[in-house]
């Protein structure tokens, strides 16, 4: 079966599936000379021109590139420069546009993937999948029995509940978090509500990959098949 427009846009690494949604509402979307609007569209990538602003797309898929940065604190995870900083820069020597597959806030640290993957991209963002990422957090406050018990239970975030969070003591003033979803500062705001104050976050694993210790801040590198398999879970 041929490919939707949607699809064939972000395994060309146009975009990510979201934002090429928004290339083609706009406008911005063109098969043989004529502007789509549908992301359900099908195209053949042997025998139609598809054009992004007016530039070709590439009909052969490009190879799949993903790496995981361990993204220091200071950098923002989107393309846009407007916000500050972007992890796109440091991972700029990989040589294909790579995106960021989910988000660590702007002070949060450690692992991050970057991608080209539409498929995987997917799979590691969408909340059905429910993927475990575990953090260390480093806090300032009384971790007790209350605290604990505030820190596992859910918090409305946008008017929805979150999934109760995993926390363990790991070390006086070190607590390890997992999570099965990724809501917006979802760790920062359970600690506030427990009363402790975060000093410092770090990602250190997604499913069963691990943030290596010899990957210093700001450096990337290409992941392994094997290391792909370990994200499945």
């Known amino acids: 079966m041929l490919p939707r427009l949607q699809s064939f846009l972000s395994q060309r690494g146009v975009a990510s599936r979201r934002a090429v949604v928004d ?32 530039n070709l797309v590439a009909s052969a898929a490009p190879c799949h590139v993903t790496v995981m940065l361990n993204k220091p604190a200071g950098y923002v ?39 080209n993957d539409g498929d995987l991209i997917l799979k590691l963002t969408h909340p059905r999948y429910g993927h475990a990422k575990t953090y260390r957090v480093f806090v300032e406050g009384c971790v007790n029995t209350a605290a604990l018990k505030s820190l596992r239970g859910p918090i409305v975030i946008d008017g929805k509940p979150t999934r109760p969070a995993r926390v363990e003591n790991a070390a ?25 104050r975060v000093e410092r976050l770090v990602r250190v694993s997604i499913n069963n990959l691990r943030l290596p210790e010899n990957l210093p801040a ?4 290409k992941l392994a098949p094997v290391e792909l398999e370990l994200l499945e879970g």
């Open 172 to 196: 006086p003033g070190e607590l390890l978090f997992t999570l099965h979803e990724g809501r917006n500062l979802q760790i920062r705001r359970l600690c506030e509500r427990a009363g402790l």
């Open 77 to 115: 995870c989107s393309a846009d420069r407007s916000q500050g900083r972007s992890v796109c820069d440091l991972v700029a020597g990989a040589g294909v546009r790579l995106v960021p597959v989910g988000r660590l806030d702007k002070d949060s640290e450690g692992l991050l993937l970057l991608s």
């Open 23 to 54: 290339y083609i509402a706009e406008g911005r979307v063109s098969v043989n000379g004529v502007v789509v609007f549908e992301p359900g569209f099908r195209v053949d990538p042997e025998t139609d021109a598809v054009e992004v602003n007016g």
């Open 218 to 221: 700001g450096h990337w590198r």
